[in-house]
């Protein structure tokens, strides 16, 4: 994994934080989140990974490059 700049670090923050997300993908986890699960992003960390608290309780990471996954608005 590539260490990020903190200006990528940075545009992450601004773009994540605090957003609603659904995980389409976690391929490289060996337990990963279902597929579907929405979430909302609490944090970036010094490595570019979104932190998050998921719907289901899990506070698995997200990687950036290697997980996939979208906003959502509220309502969905």
């Given amino acids: 994994m590539k260490i990020p700049t903190q200006?990528?670090?940075?545009r992450t923050e601004e773009m994540y934080?605090?957003?609603?997300?659904?995980?389409?993908?976690?391929p490289e986890?060996?337990?990963?989140i279902e597929p579907g699960t929405k979430g909302t992003c609490e944090m970036?960390?010094?490595l570019g990974q979104l932190i998050m608290?998921?719907?289901?309780?899990?506070?698995?990471?997200?990687?950036?490059?290697?997980d996939k996954w979208k906003m959502i608005e509220e309502s969905e």
């Fill in 7 to 10: 200006e990528e670090i940075s």
């Fill in 17 to 26: 934080n605090g957003k609603r997300i659904e995980l389409i993908e976690m």
């Fill in 29 to 32: 986890d060996p337990h990963p």
């Fill in 44 to 46: 970036v960390d010094g």
């Fill in 53 to 66: 608290k998921w719907d289901n309780g899990s506070t698995l990471s997200l990687i950036p490059g290697v």
